[in-house]
Nanobody
Framework: QVQLVESGGGLVQAGDSLRLSCAAS????????MGWFRQAPGKEREFVTA??????????GDSVKGRFTISRDNDNAKNTVYLQMNSLKPEDTAVYYC?????????????????WGKGTLVTVSS
């Protein structure tokens, strides 16, 4: 099993930046790819970004391209993924979920995600 724990959510104003973190523990050998989904109030869950184990493959959802940046740190056998969010908009308000799975292509889809974090709330005020 793999446990994913997110941190860094909070309340910010439009135009601000925020950085989310997600630490993976447990059988981290299986967390080849990591990423983020989000779910806004009353909406379906949406793919945000995914990064491969070696950080050589990265995908972004269209709504966050150019504003969000994903990165990861695999040191000390602990996989940690970060989501730097810049130029935040009220429509970025959502619960952000850390994800992990076999490949970046897999975790671009909800049904391809093997592990989910419990989520962290990001609220962007106008």
């Amino acid at each position: 099993q793999v446990q994913l724990v997110e941190s860094g959510g909070g309340l910010v104003q439009a135009g601000d930046s925020l950085r989310l973190s997600c630490a993976a523990s447990g059988r981290t050998l299986s967390t080849n790819a990591m990423g983020w989904f989000r779910q806004a109030p009353g909406k379906e869950r949406e793919f945000v970004t995914a990064i491969s184990e070696r950080s050589d493959i990265i995908y972004y959802g269209d709504s966050v391209k150019g504003r969000f940046t994903i990165s990861r740190d695999n040191d000390n056998a602990k996989n940690t993924v970060y989501l730097q969010m810049n130029s935040l908009k009220p429509e970025d308000t959502a619960v952000y979920y850390c994800t992990a799975g076999r490949t970046t292509r897999d975790i671009r889809r909800e049904d391809g995600v093997d592990y989910w974090g419990k989520g962290t709330l990001v609220t962007v005020s106008s």
